[in-house]
């Protein structure tokens, strides 16, 4: 996925420039709702379709006791780290 950046200059010129940055979509098993995660953040192990991913919103033990699945299983990400859509 490509990110653009706008950048102005001292002589008040707007650049635009993009580097690459590979973001994870995710969707929280909890709310339905979509969230991003920067791939270099991430255990690549967490990838697996295996896990459930909760987004910061929801609580992740929460979800784990109603699915009666293993919290383990629940990828359960700090809100401190968190990035939505809106913020990209
Ligand atoms: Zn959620």
Do not use: I
Request: aromatic share 10%; charged share 30%.
């Amino acid at each position: 996925m490509q990110t653009q950046y706008v950048r102005t200059s001292k002589r008040g010129k707007h650049h635009t420039y993009s580097r690459n940055k590979t973001v994870v979509l995710f969707r929280c098993d909890a709310c339905q709702g979509v969230f991003k995660r920067d791939k270099g953040n991430m255990d690549p192990k967490r990838l697996d379709n295996r896990y459930y991913h909760v987004c910061g919103n929801c609580d992740a033990k929460k979800f784990a006791q109603e699915k009666g699945v293993e919290s383990r299983r629940v990828w359960d990400m700090p809100v401190s780290s968190l990035k939505t859509l809106d913020q990209f």
